[in-house]
């Protein structure tokens, strides 16, 4: 989001002075979690909350929420007080640790949420499809959420935070506990909302995350706020330039280098090979991976943003699905299973039947074989039977 889109934007968020107080059982403070903070946010906007532990993040968030109350100062979101509750409607919130009903599978949890928020029940199960399939638990959607590793809850987490559509989104440490994978996938939707006009308010300590996905952030320390700004100008470095060429013959990077020294001192230059950062690694390994072979009973890879989040009415469009029919490979024709070889019977069987039939009484021709009509009858042939198994009567 540039400077310009940003001061004609609409101020999504407005704190002014906000200070937070916690008090012991007699009244006396005992932590001023946040102290005289100001800032606004803006739609379209990803704003970042930075700091160490216990520096004020999670406080601010609970105040945006209107679940705490603030000592001093002053907090509109979308115009209203946070404890407005049409506002309330317009925000999803994933909280640093997920609180999950754990007898729940994946499906009842955001048909429970979708419920809260009055969705119809074609919505809730249109969205809550397009959401597992989202954060890459469509295949694990009957396994009670308690079953959930960490980071499989946190994406069910991160689902429940937009069954709503919600306008902002604040995520408190969305990437504890995902794998690189999981958090590539997170930074991505993140991009996603922000491009279709959602504003999210990301809190984290990783650093990282912040840095790929943030327009601005603000830095805190002992609940103040200890610097503010876009990105790009606070991580410039104005004294020094960088350049990036393919590799040069050694003549060539020679005369350079002659050139550069002329204007600058030696030990201020340096030459070295760029490489790329591990988790782009990571990803290309895993995706190789991938793409050889084999499937997980744990968290699969995302698939594309959920239709209804980027705004289509009826899922990604025609022609997206057509092509995936015309290019997708034809499943190889299924060989008809063998007739199975008829059971040759076993030496037990076959005896059994030559002495039942010994023990039947001839019968005429044309005639089917008697059977015996009183018990006397049936008792004589049990004892010839036993007899001839070689049975004491």
Same mark, same amino acid.
């Given at each position: 989001m540039t400077d310009a889109e940003r001061s004609n934007g609409e101020v999504v968020i407005s704190v002014r002075g906000l200070t937070k107080i916690f008090k012991d059982f007699w009244g006396r403070p005992k932590a001023r979690a946040v102290d005289r903070v100001d800032f606004d946010v803006h739609r379209g906007e990803v704003f970042g909350l930075l700091g160490p532990n216990g520096s004020g993040k999670s406080t601010t968030v609970k105040l945006l929420l209107g679940l705490l109350y603030p000592t001093k100062g002053h907090i509109e979101v979308f115009g209203h007080s946070p404890r407005h509750v049409p506002t309330k409607e317009r925000i999803g919130y994933l909280p640093e640790e997920s609180y999950l009903y754990r007898y729940l599978n994946?499906?009842?949890?955001? &048909?429970?949420?979708? &419920?809260?928020?009055?969705?119809?029940?074609?919505?809730?199960?249109k969205r809550s499809e397009q959401l597992l399939e989202m954060v890459g638990l469509s295949q694990n959607q009957l396994r009670a959420v308690g079953e959930y590793s960490k980071g499989m809850q946190r994406r069910i987490g991160l689902a429940q935070a937009l069954i709503n559509d919600p306008d902002l989104i604040i995520l408190d440490e969305p990437t504890s506990g995902l794998d690189p994978i999981g958090c590539r996938e997170i930074k991505d939707l993140i991009l996603a909302l922000a491009r279709r006009g959602k504003t999210v308010i990301l809190s984290s300590h990783l650093l990282s995350d912040v840095e790929d996905v943030c327009d601005r952030v603000v830095i805190y320390y002992g609940g103040r706020i200890q610097a503010m700004g876009a990105l790009k100008d606070l991580l410039a470095k104005p004294d020094s330039i960088q350049?990036?060429?393919?590799?040069?013959?050694?003549?060539?990077?020679?005369?350079?280098?002659?050139?550069?020294?002329?204007?600058v001192a030696q030990d201020r230059v340096r030459v070295e090979t760029p490489t790329q950062n591990l988790e782009s690694y990571f990803l290309e390994v895993v995706e190789k991976a991938r793409q050889a072979a084999t499937e997980?009973?744990?968290?699969?890879?995302?698939?594309?943003?959920?239709?209804?989040?980027?705004?289509?009415a009826e899922g990604r469009p025609a022609a997206d699905r057509v092509l995936e029919r015309l290019t997708a490979?034809?499943?190889?024709?299924? #060989?008809?299973?063998?007739?199975?070889?008829?059971?040759?019977?076993?030496?037990?069987?076959?005896?059994?039947?030559?002495?039942?039939?010994?023990? #039947?009484?001839?019968?005429?021709?044309?005639?089917?074989?008697?059977?015996?009509?009183?018990?006397?009858?049936?008792?004589?042939?049990?004892?010839?039977?036993?007899?001839?198994?070689?049975?004491?009567?």
């Open positions: 994946s499906k009842e949890t955001l &048909n429970f949420f979708g &419920n809260l928020f009055e969705l119809s029940k074609s919505d809730r199960v350049i990036t060429t393919p590799a040069l013959p050694r003549p060539t990077m020679e005369r350079v280098l002659e050139m550069i020294r002329q204007d997980t009973s744990g968290a699969m890879s995302g698939a594309h943003v959920a239709a209804y989040l980027r705004g289509e490979p034809r499943p190889a024709p299924i #060989a008809p299973e063998p007739a199975p070889a008829p059971r040759k019977p076993s030496v037990d069987a076959e005896r059994l039947e030559a002495l039942t039939k010994a023990s #039947a009484p001839a019968a005429e021709p044309g005639q089917e074989a008697p059977a015996p009509e009183s018990p006397a009858e049936l008792a004589k042939a049990n004892e010839k039977l036993a007899s001839l198994l070689g049975k004491p009567k």
